[in-house]
């Protein structure tokens, strides 16, 4: 930015105020350094759980449903990319918990931290391996022959494949800020990815490091997020449980487990470079996965200002369901704030346990 | 050679404590370790050491008091002249491009001249040459893939101060200056992102971005290679040994997986084949698992064999063989 200079135009900057604005700064900046020393890393979520079923290092939890409301139990797919405690991150901004209220018992997928070892975990591994045994255990503990899965993200895309693949195993489908197609104009994660040998980077890497994922994400939005998310910790640098907070979403953001090898080439490459999906041209092991095998009832919510995955990729699911129970839920927020934000807790924990309670 | 950190390689080898045992080219002349740090007569000189091997294969031969012996000796000493010139060529040749062994500072410039000249290495320390010019060359593909990012992005000085022009004269028709500096920066940062998306969303950019991956990436696996070649020298496994055997476990993993599948499916179905006459009610239920048992098997069996073919499974082989 050397040469840089303003152009010729009219700021009404006054001195004083500017002089006070610093102040002010500083003063907030010495209560964020007070309000940082010391805070702790709180890495599993707020709702009390129970591991009820484990496979290598899948976990799968399960929160108890409160009071003696039954509601239909769900089984929650996250993506492979952070940690899923981001649906239970707060008492007051926990998706899981708002749903435990209403009655839910909630089953969530936790995979883990693969390792160097798991580099050679492919997509059907994942989605015909882990998440069919998850769904067979949650139809054994709750007696029934299909579940209500919930996909969250790429997650939600894994779930698509199985409920396409195993329809007569899920009762009804929730995906979340779901990609269906990978390459509308607005999908500047499928563009950077475009042009990559995402099998020599797999060869290179073996496992895809989280904090080269990391890179890609803040570099999508890097003024906002790498200056105004700092900035508007400045703004609450002198309130403990603001900064408390933000730091459990700062903390979350950077704790990427790596992505296993094969499964984050086969996904790039199928998903994103070639937009199988949403072409029915996709294949996982030999399973073809066509979307209009999803013959139970749909719920797609995705979000209106979601950067990473543009609303447009994920309405294109309407088009291709096979089932007439089709319904969206536009959320007025981003890709996490559909999630942690107070708004969510509104709007989409209600819609989700109102339209299950609905079908079951 | 744009990237100053090209080398570093060479300059690990020379400091690698298995590049600096004492040199005894004729203890096994095809020991090329032998070579790496070399003596004054092995690396610096080969035609020397050459003349040296044979010289000493000559001694170790009888001495000739029949004509066999004679007439062997007469071959031998052909022989060693004329492999002794034709190595004098090929070192002339080195020498032309800096000569010298792996490792050692004579080497390290005649793998300049041979990227240089894009020479073919030759000799018994061929391979490593080769290695090590390719490991040399994707760190030198490094700088233009990071110089083309950087042309790439080249042109956001222009269009942030343009959007950010554009924005203070929208606010100011609006009737809303700028009056703090928080919305001064709240504005930059506004017209920072408006132009970076310009440029991140075009071709141009994409194109760039993905020749700087696949630039480090070549870069690792060339680097990978090499550390594997050191760790078999020392009895390690390498990163690629255990690739190949993580690949062939997983598939064990999942060929067991897909037979307790079937299995699991079999025993569902002959129990209520069994229960089915007991109850003419239990008919239905297990035509319906039969029916499940056998698309569950066939999709099973189709997903298998297609896993199978892309994994190069030895199991699909021998089953085609």
């Known amino acids: ?101 209403r009655g839910h018992d909630i089953y969530l997928i936790d995979w883990g931290y693969p390792d160097p070892a798991d580099r050679v975990l492919s997509l059907g591994d994942f989605i015909f391996g882990y998440i069919d045994d998850c769904v067979d255990e949650v139809r054994r503990l709750t007696r029934s022959d299909a579940v209500n899965l919930l996909g969250v993200c790429q997650g939600g895309c894994f779930s698509l494949c199985y409920a396409a693949a195993n329809p007569e195993k899920v009762a009804n489908l929730t995906v979340m800020v779901t990609p269906v197609d990978f390459q509308t104009p607005d999908n500047l994660l499928t563009k950077w990815a475009m042009h990559a040998d995402v099998d020599q980077a797999v060869q290179a890497f073996g496992n895809i490091p989280g904090d080269v994922l990391n890179v890609s994400y803040v570099s999508l939005k890097p003024f906002q997020l790498n200056v105004q998310k700092y900035l508007a910790l400045l703004d609450i640098g002198d309130d403990p449980e603001a900064v408390r907070s933000f730091m459990r979403m700062e903390q979350w953001i950077f704790d990427s487990p790596d992505q296993a090898g094969a499964c984050y080439g086969e996904f790039t490459r199928k998903f994103h470079q070639e937009n199988q999906l949403v072409q029915d041209a996709l294949s996982i092991d030999g399973v073809q996965i066509r979307l209009d095998r999803l013959t139970m009832p749909v719920l797609n919510i995705y979000a209106r200002d979601d950067h990473l995955v543009p609303p447009a990729a994920s309405k294109a699911l309407a088009s291709k369901v096979g089932t007439k129970d089709y319904q969206e839920l536009e959320f007025p927020g981003g890709h996490i704030g559909i999630y942690v934000s107070g708004k969510s807790q509104k709007l989409v924990s209600p819609a989700i346990s109102d339209w299950l309670i609905a079908r079951n | 050679m744009q990237n100053p950190n090209w080398s570093w390689p060479f300059s690990a080898a020379a400091n690698n404590p298995f590049f600096s045992q004492p040199p005894n080219p004729l203890k096994n002349p095809f020991d090329w370790s032998a070579w790496q740090t070399g003596g004054a007569t092995s690396a610096q000189d080969p035609t020397a050491w050459m003349q040296q091997f044979f010289a000493q294969i000559r001694q170790a031969m009888p001495d000739g008091k029949d004509a066999a012996t004679a007439e062997w000796q007469k071959a031998a000493t052909a022989l060693s002249d004329s492999m002794t010139t034709q190595w004098e060529r090929w070192s002339e040749l080195f020498s032309h491009a800096g000569g010298g062994a792996p490792g050692s500072g004579a080497m390290h410039s005649g793998i300049q001249n041979l990227l240089d000249e894009q020479m073919a290495p030759l000799g018994l320390s061929r391979e490593v040459t080769r290695q090590m010019q390719e490991l040399a060359d994707v760190h030198a593909q490094m700088g233009p893939a990071i110089a083309k990012l950087q042309e790439a992005l080249s042109g956001f000085p222009e269009q942030f101060q343009k959007a950010l022009a554009a924005l203070i004269e929208q606010r100011t028709h609006a009737g809303q200056p700028v009056t703090s500096l928080r919305g001064m920066i709240d504005l930059w940062i506004e017209a920072g992102e408006h132009a970076f998306a310009e440029i991140a969303h075009s071709d141009a950019f994409s194109r760039a971005f993905g020749g700087f991956t696949d630039a480090l990436s070549r870069a690792k696996i060339a680097r990978s290679k090499w550390l594997d070649g050191q760790l078999q020298t020392i009895g390690l496994p390498t990163r690629a040994e255990m690739q190949t055997s993580h690949e062939r476990l997983q598939q064990a993993r999942r060929d067991i997986r897909a037979l307790k599948r079937e299995v699991a499916a079999l025993r569902a179905l002959i129990e209520n084949q069994q229960a089915a006459p007991a109850s003419g009610e239990a008919a239905p239920a297990a035509s319906a698992a039969k029916k499940a048992a056998a698309k569950k098997s066939a999709r099973k069996a189709t997903g298998k064999r297609a896993s199978a073919a892309r994994k190069g499974a030895a199991t699909h082989t021998q089953q085609e063989d």
Not at chain 1, 15 to 20: D, G, I, L, T
Not at chain 1, 55 to 60: A, E, N, P, S, T
Not at chain 1, 63 to 74: C, H, Q, T, V
């Open chain 1, 1 to 101: 930015m050397t040469g840089f200079s303003m152009p010729n135009m009219p700021v009404a900057i006054d001195p004083q105020k500017a002089m006070q604005e610093m102040a002010n700064w500083q003063m907030k900046f010495g209560a964020l350094q007070a309000n940082l020393r010391g805070l702790q890393d709180e890495t599993n979520g707020v709702t009390a759980r129970e591991c009820v079923y484990q496979q290598d290092k899948v976990r799968l939890y399960r929160y108890a449903g409160e009071g003696n409301r039954k509601s239909p139990p769900i089984l929650i797919s996250y993506a492979l990319v952070n940690r899923p405690h981001m649906m239970d991150i707060e008492a007051e901004k926990s998706l899981i918990r708002s749903l435990t209220k």
